[in-house]
């Protein structure tokens, strides 16, 4: 479609400064489009034409952008302008809204298709397929979508069908002191938490997004950057790759950057749509879900680079947030599905240590993985009195302040329960040093491997022996009996130890 087209435009079917009586049926167009101007002010004029061009016909839609008059809207273009969402909303009259960002457009069949569809069933929410989403979401169209259907809680943006009457009846509003992009999950979880029927539609290509020429939204199956884009990072059987990379340490916020939202921003609107779910549900599987979602992506931006970024005061504000987030809304349900080094990072969250939270996040943007790691540094026996001895194992891990994280943040596999677990911070300020102390004498005779594993929140790893580390022996008693003492690499992760009777010699008779 030419970019130059003029025909078809809505005309806005009354006075912009007097709205008149929403009440009126005459002239009420069937869908109200409201078009936010964020970063893609230039392709504003293609977004234009393609609701210029739409099937359903100009009688049927009216079209406001919503933006600070900053862009340049050439006048044969008649549609209203309004400074903010809220204000589009006060204005509209369509039976149906739909939003969209200046940056997409959509197909020529999209409106009549989306108001077909939730006429004939009744929906008050119609999700539509973007091209380029790889969401399993839009697999196939289906109608009285569950709440909790698979993906449904990643995609949050507000570029959907909504029936109006609803949203006025409950006096649905975009709260103002978030940005947009950030607002639009809490707008968009109310609306599906009051509907009374979703359906999802994968029987056509409705939306575009990106550059002209593109067909691939510019994040994931949402139509530009902003939590809601799904955009986060997908876990479980029923969630496929994305398009958009989940964040790297050094990106700082990622998808957000260059939206002049900050990371205080990514907070409140976090708070915010986690509250409109805590208010709508009940502790459970439906709950967690949504929250499973935040936490998975939001929290994961929260707690990386973009934080050591921030200046002090910052920090502290954001981390006493999300500390209260997790505090309130982050089940053990939840925290279990998260991928280790996210888990990792909210534990030192809950503990209340923002310097081993900095600390973790340094780790891994410098290694690329969280410090999930931990080495064996010595295996030896230490003499504890005549004749006595202690296994003395000692073992490093990158994990800051370990001991003030869970009661029992070491595990040791194959030991008596007589040995002793030391913690304490590593003499370079890097990490935790380990040392487990166990008296010979707890050791049974023969060979008993030995292993020791950090345990935390549900991550779980082995610590591991440098390859030929010498075996350490020692001689000692047991009663009036004398022992062999061996410890040494078992040739895979662990040790192996050794206790064997050292057999008297006997002198022949002559």
């Known amino acids: 479609m030419s970019s130059s087209s003029t025909a078809g435009i809505p005309v806005v079917p009354y006075d912009l400064d007097d709205p008149g009586d929403p009440g009126d049926p005459v002239g009420v167009p069937d869908v109200t489009v409201v078009v936010t101007v964020r970063a893609a002010a230039s392709l504003l004029i293609r977004c234009l034409d393609a609701l210029a061009g739409q099937t359903i016909g100009e009688d049927r839609v009216e079209v406001f952008v919503a933006d600070d008059g900053g862009s340049r809207l050439p006048e044969r273009f008649s549609v209203g302008r309004t400074g903010t969402v809220n204000q589009a909303l006060e204005r509209a009259r369509g039976r149906y809204l739909f939003f969209l960002d200046a940056g997409d457009f959509l197909g020529r069949e999209a409106l009549a298709r989306l108001v077909d569809a939730a006429d004939s069933r009744g929906a008050d929410v119609v999700y539509a397929k973007a091209v380029g989403s790889d969401s399993t979401m839009f ?32 006096g649905l509003r975009f709260a103002e002191d978030i940005p ?130 921030a200046s002090e005061p910052v920090r502290r504000r954001v981390f006493a947030g999300l500390r209260r987030l997790v505090a309130d809304h982050l089940s053990d349900a939840v925290l279990t599905r998260l991928r280790p080094g996210l888990r990792l990072r909210l534990s030192y969250v809950r503990a209340g240590d923002p310097a081993g939270l900095d600390s973790v996040i340094r780790y891994e943007a410098g290694h690329g993985v969280p410090p999930l790691r931990t080495d064996l540094v010595s295996a030896d026996w230490r003499r504890t009195g005549p004749a006595r001895h202690t296994l003395v194992v000692t073992a490093r891990t990158p994990l800051p302040g370990l001991a003030a994280l869970d009661v029992a943040p070491v595990r040791l596999t194959g030991c008596p329960e007589t040995g002793r677990i030391l913690l304490r911070p590593a003499a370079d300020g890097a990490g935790t040093e380990i040392e487990v102390q166990i008296p010979a004498d707890a050791f049974p005779p023969g060979r008993t491997r030995v292993g020791l594993h950090t345990a935390l929140v549900g991550t779980e790893h082995p610590a591991t022996v440098a390859p030929g580390a010498p075996p350490r022996r020692a001689h000692g008693l047991r009663g009036l009996r004398p022992y062999r003492l061996n410890v040494a690499p078992d040739g895979t992760r662990g040790l192996v130890v050794a206790v064997a009777p050292v057999g008297l010699r006997r002198t022949p008779r002559p």
């Open 139 to 170: 697999g196939r169209t289906r109608h009285g979508v569950p709440l909790g259907t698979p993906g449904l809680s990643w995609e949050l943006s507000s570029t959907k069908l909504f029936r109006r009457e609803p949203i006025a009846r409950h």
């Open 180 to 309: 947009a992009g950030l607002a639009e999950q809490a707008f968009t979880l109310e609306a599906l938490f009051l509907s009374q029927g979703i359906s999802v539609l994968a029987d056509y290509d409705y939306r575009f997004g990106g550059e002209p020429g593109g067909g691939v939204p510019r994040s994931g199956t949402g139509t530009g950057p902003g939590p809601g884009r799904d955009i986060g990072p997908r876990t479980g059987p029923d969630i496929g790759p994305r398009t958009v990379p989940r964040t790297r340490p050094g990106r700082g916020l990622g998808p957000y950057t260059g939206e002049g939202i900050g990371i205080e921003d990514v907070l409140r609107g976090t708070a915010a749509a986690m509250a409109v779910t805590a208010r709508f549900t009940q502790p459970g599987p439906l709950r967690d879900g949504f929250h499973h979602r935040h936490f998975a992506e939001e929290a994961d931006l929260l707690t990386g680079p973009a934080l050591l970024s």
